[in-house]
């Protein structure tokens, strides 16, 4: 079985919360230790794609939704993410 890119793991990550697999303390917990992780492999893999993943999830994402309810945290990682994976589909890189 190959191994996973470092985007793979955290587009699978991010996936695994939106679909209930894991818990918003764990995601909110692991997300930031995550991106510092795996961020510079990210950047050797592609930097454009993981300055965008950067963008979308954590800036425009985790970092924003902190007060958020629950239900308002899981809608905004929700749209943050569509809005990466529609950059990815819309060929900007």
């Known amino acids: 079985m190959p ?3 470092a985007l793979e ?3 699978a990550f991010v ?3 939106l679909d209930g697999a894991i818990s918003r303390l764990d995601f909110e917990l ?3 230790h995550e991106m510092i992780k795996l961020y510079p492999k990210m950047e050797r893999e592609n930097s454009q794609i993981a300055d965008c993943f950067y963008f979308y999830l954590a800036e425009e994402g985790v970092d924003q939704a ?3 309810s629950d ?3 899981k809608k905004l990682i929700r749209k943050q993410f569509k809005e990466f994976t529609a950059a990815m589909r819309d060929g900007m890189f």
Do not use: E, W
């Open 30 to 32: 692991d997300f930031n």
């Open 9 to 11: 793991t955290m587009i």
């Open 15 to 17: 996936q695994a919360y």
């Open 3 to 5: 191994k996973k890119s």
């Open 66 to 68: 902190m007060a958020l």
């Open 71 to 73: 239900a308002a945290h």
